[in-house]
């Protein structure tokens, strides 16, 4: 599926980093709102101007001087923590609803490319008919969920009130028990969401599908289980050398692109029972080409093509820029950059290289794929992203942040840019799609073509990440000094 149909189904998997990217957004303005009301009432002003008055280069982290605590704790007051909360809240229940409607697309984007459909075009088509079904199906799994495992929790902490040693032992007992009931469940609902889509029925008669699925085909099952579980020991593998190699971000690049794909493809099609037809592609080598030297092309387009959204997302994020300054700047800690800054990465920062790029991609793919929403997110996304660009550079050295962001900042600035031209681009055809102004067609399309330009990103940020990682350092110590 990866090889013959990346570019049906790929757009797809990114635009569910959107669809999360829009669930955030509740605690982004939760932040800005709170950075707003503690630099309107003076609080970030009282903190920056103690910083202002004290060589932080003595100051023992794990205790600071009086000041500088009494100054931290004033910016925690109890508006600003029921605003953090209530972002909070809402960017959870976004998150419920982001993770209900990304299965459906993707499994909706499968299943048409197991019927030689367009798997973009089925997504948006097919998650319109029947998402309720799955959020209808996620309820019922959280609701049984809590009752193999609420009432069993609630008696052993009984019974460890009343009963001591024995009671703990009769938690623990009753903790394998519960996750033995867990285990049950989740097979039990396993095949739900598949049966959605595959045999166009509800919640309950996903539900009755899935129940009979491991009865119906034990061989099928175990071996979906044991694919799940391989993806899972290399899901691990993965995150480990990431880890290692201080690139954590890889983790969730692989997860998204590869894993994700692999394992549902797998289970979808083994319910289906179905495979993809047979689809001539070129050698890795030519679709590697195709892929990102018709990415850059792409963007080239679209940066022809799309002016207007490309200049009112630079301004938007320049305004962001100014006004994080203008909130910092003016109190003038200039504060030094601590340590030695020709080896801030290390000697070979392979790894450090690797990760920034992968953030800045990722970055990019959030900003444009939750654009959907008409645009709302990724405006969001530049002023926040801005902000806090500004607002550092407000309190640090301006020839220290000037030289450590300037060398690769020419590069990686204009391509986040960019990544936010296209998410205001795909918010004007969110728009009016639902507005009924243009059909599934038109919106598969766009969502297509946000993929080819992302994909013309990548050498930007390899570029930037490059320079950020193996150059800026250096260039920043002869600068500074």
């Given at each position: 599926m990866l090889s013959e149909r990346s570019a049906s189904v790929l757009p797809v998997y990114l635009l569910t980093t959107g669809l999360f990217g829009i669930a955030r957004i509740p605690i982004m303005l939760a932040g800005l709102a709170a950075l707003a009301l503690i630099s309107i009432d003076g609080r970030l002003g009282d903190l920056l101007t103690t910083l202002k008055d004290i060589d932080l280069s003595t100051i023992d982290s794990q205790s600071p001087p009086p000041e500088v605590t009494k100054a931290m704790e004033s910016l925690i007051s109890p508006e600003i923590v029921l605003l953090l909360l209530g972002g909070v809240l809402i960017s959870l229940i976004l998150a419920f609803v982001a993770s209900v409607l990304a299965r459906a697309t993707v499994l909706n984007a499968i299943v048409g490319l197991l019927r030689d459909e367009d798997g973009v075009r089925a997504a948006i088509v097919g998650t319109r008919e029947n998402w309720l079904s799955f959020l209808g199906v996620r309820f019922l799994l959280f609701g049984a969920l809590a009752v193999v495992t609420v009432p069993i929790g609630i008696l052993g902490l009984g019974l460890?009130?009343?009963?001591?040693?024995?009671?703990?032992?009769?938690?623990?007992?009753?903790?394998?028990?519960?996750?033995?009931?867990?285990?049950?469940?989740?097979?039990?609902?396993?095949?739900?969401?598949?049966?959605?889509?595959v045999d166009d029925v509800g919640t309950a008669g996903a539900i009755r599908q899935s129940v009979k699925f491991p009865f119906r085909r034990p061989g099928a099952f175990v071996g979906y289980i044991a694919v799940a579980l391989g993806v899972g020991v290399i899901g691990t593998v993965v995150l480990t050398a990431a880890s290692f190699s201080e690139a954590p971000r890889v983790t969730a690049l692989v997860g998204l692109v590869l894993l994700r794909p692999v394992l549902d493809g797998f289970k979808t099609a083994l319910y289906a029972e179905r495979d993809l037809s047979a689809h001539e592609t070129p050698s890795l080598g030519n679709r590697g080409w195709?892929?990102?030297?018709?990415?850059?092309?792409?963007?080239?387009?679209?940066?022809?093509?799309?002016?207007?959204?490309n200049a009112a997302s630079a301004v938007i994020f320049g305004a962001g820029i100014v006004g994080g300054w203008a909130t910092t700047a003016p109190y003038g800690p200039s504060l030094p950059v601590q340590g030695e800054i020709s080896n801030v990465f290390g000697s070979l920062p392979v790894g450090?290289?690797?990760?920034?790029?992968?953030?800045?991609?990722?970055?990019?793919?959030?900003?444009?794929?939750?654009?959907v929403a008409v645009g709302v997110p990724s405006v969001v996304n530049l002023v926040f992203n801005g902000v806090l660009i500004?607002?550092?550079?407000?309190?640090?050295?301006?020839?220290?942040?000037?030289?450590?962001?300037?060398?690769?900042?020419?590069?990686?600035?204009?391509?986040?840019?960019?990544?936010?031209?296209?998410?205001?681009?795909?918010?004007?055809?969110?728009?009016r799609t639902a507005r009924g102004q243009t059909d599934a067609d038109g919106l598969a399309a766009a969502l297509r073509r946000t993929y080819r330009v992302l994909l013309g990103l990548v050498t930007l940020f390899v570029v930037a990440a490059f320079i950020e990682a193996f150059l800026t350092p250096a260039i920043a110590s002869v600068i500074v000094g």
């Open positions: 460890i009130a009343v009963a001591g040693a024995v009671g703990v032992v009769g938690m623990v007992l009753g903790g394998l028990f519960s996750l033995l009931l867990v285990l049950i469940v989740l097979a039990l609902f396993a095949f739900t969401e598949q049966a959605i889509v195709q892929a990102f030297g018709g990415g850059l092309r792409a963007l080239g387009a679209f940066v022809r093509d799309h002016p207007l959204a450090t290289f690797v990760n920034l790029a992968v953030n800045n991609w990722l970055v990019a793919v959030d900003t444009a794929y939750s654009g500004g607002a550092l550079g407000g309190v640090f050295d301006p020839t220290a942040f000037t030289a450590l962001v300037a060398p690769h900042g020419i590069i990686e600035v204009p391509a986040l840019v960019l990544g936010g031209g296209l998410g205001l681009w795909l918010g004007g055809v969110g728009y």
